[in-house]
């Protein structure tokens, strides 16, 4: 892409209002601009980060044998008064009126819709399990909507509902959805730690929630430092296999928000190991057995001909507040540092001097980077260099090539890198096959 045709409105000012480093960085680096309270436009550079971190976790819900459709953002409130949520939900809840007068409501979460999408159709034990998944738009009235993305009312959702025809297998469906959850947060870069989180009036111990450490973070959490020290299970690990050595490594080290945090218990982890932090919630994951399935009559046939409701549980994850908990663990002084897998382009090359000869020299490389499948963001533009190497460091793209007339005496381009700083002077087919080794899929 080329900057001169691009849409990237940097901000120079800090805005005043937003008060955690993510939220200025997606203001002042031209990702997002808000509409209304909690209400995003998501402009060029951040729906770029936005749909790679879609992808990311899509990928990995498949993985795990999730299988996805797309459920729609308006519900008809029938649906939610089977339940017993619609006047339970409140005013997080936006209620809509259509021009026939009925009630309808823009859907804070899926729980009844893809029950009814379930009893509809399923009628045998035969047909599970059953993951199905969506990434959708989500709307809550939150109170106090802030920090961005963080904490809006129209907000992305990864949610996926899982059937199955008892509690045991229910808890294997849990377990798939763990291990992914492990995998999708790690692949992008994340440290999220699965804690103990409330189950409510289910009971039991199958509700995590998968936290970023973060000092900004709104929940306070307490931790064992072993389960940082884990290791992430692999692509090739059997999702149909017995996953419980892995949920049982990862459970075992204590974990656990402050609502569920237990004193006694964490007296027990070593001085030395015990950490009390702030983190982001981004993903739950939880089992609810047959609340919905009993009120909204979803059964299945057994192999002993007897009907019986579906266990269920519900998987979600916080897209777009993902790209919030990025920053706040991938920044310095000077902007944004991507991680490799989700940065909006790769490189950022750099012109020094328009209308000279770096001209040649940045088309070649423009071209030969992408058609090695590297996603370049071109700086062609005759600005300043000053101020183009500022909109770079804040943009945050993991490489930065610098191209201009000094180097290019001696057949150089420098190649710097965003995380480390570090600056290196190479000719420009080191710099591309550099490039394309760390980028190509
Ligand atoms: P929170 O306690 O932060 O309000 P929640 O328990 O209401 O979260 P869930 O209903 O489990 O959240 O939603 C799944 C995921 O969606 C959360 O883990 C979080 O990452 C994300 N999420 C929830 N509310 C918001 C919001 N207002 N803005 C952005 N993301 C959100
Ligand atoms: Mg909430």
């Avoid at 900057?3 to 940097?10: Q, V």
């Avoid at 057949?411 to 760390?438: I, W």
Wanted: net charge negative.
């Amino acid at each position: 892409m080329r900057l001169s045709r691009y849409f990237l409105p940097i901000l120079k000012e800090n805005p005043k209002e937003a008060e955690i480093v993510s939220h200025r960085l997606m203001l002042r680096a031209g990702m997002i601009r808000q509409q209304s309270a909690g209400i995003y436009a998501w402009l060029p550079l951040g729906v770029r980060v936005l749909d790679k971190i879609q992808k990311i976790v899509e990928e990995e819900q498949k993985r795990a044998g999730a299988v996805q459709l797309l459920m729609p953002t308006i519900q008809s409130a029938d649906l939610w008064r089977e339940s017993g949520r619609y006047e339970a939900y409140g005013k997080e809840m936006l209620r809509i009126t259509d021009r026939h007068e009925r009630e309808m409501l823009y859907g804070p979460t899926n729980e009844e819709m893809i029950t009814d999408i379930f009893r509809s159709y399923v009628r045998s034990y035969k047909d599970l399990p059953l993951n199905l998944f969506h990434v959708q738009w989500k709307f809550r009235d939150e109170v106090r909507p802030r920090f961005g993305v963080m904490r809006g009312r129209e907000f992305l959702m990864k949610d996926a509902y899982s059937f199955d025809v008892d509690q045991e297998r229910a808890r294997h469906a849990y377990n798939r959805m763990f291990v992914a959850y492990l995998r999708t947060f790690k692949r992008m870069g994340l440290t999220a730690i699965p804690m103990k989180a409330d189950t409510g009036p289910i009971g039991g111990d199958l509700s995590h929630e998968f936290i970023v450490l973060a000092s900004t973070g709104e929940s306070e959490v307490f931790l064992d430092k072993d389960i940082l020290a884990l290791e992430t299970p692999s692509e090739a690990t059997d999702f149909d296999g017995d996953l419980s050595e892995i949920i049982t490594s990862w459970t075992t080290p204590y974990a656990a928000t402050d609502e569920m945090h237990d004193e006694a218990a964490f007296g027990q982890v070593a001085e030395d190991k015990k950490v009390s932090a702030r983190g982001i919630e981004v993903g739950h994951i939880f089992y609810f057995g047959t609340k919905y399935s009993d009120a909204m009559g979803a059964k299945v046939a057994t192999g002993e001909g007897s009907e019986v409701p579906v266990h269920m549980g519900s998987y979600g994850i916080g897209v777009s507040r993902l790209l919030g908990a990025l920053i706040e663990a991938n920044h310095d002084d000077d902007g944004i540092i991507w991680p490799d897998s989700v940065a909006p382009f790769h490189v950022g090359l750099i012109n020094m001097k328009p209308g000279s000869e770096t001209d040649s020299a940045c088309e070649e490389l423009y071209a030969k980077l992408e058609a090695g499948g590297v996603e370049v963001l071109y700086d062609d533009r005759d600005t300043r260099a000053g101020a183009k190497f500022a909109s770079m460091d804040l943009i945050g793209l993991p490489y930065q090539i610098v191209v201009g007339p000094r180097g290019l005496k001696s057949g150089e381009v420098e190649v710097k890198n965003r995380r480390t700083g570090e600056k290196e002077m190479m000719t420009p087919e080191a710099a591309l096959s550099k490039l394309v080794s760390v980028f190509a899929d």
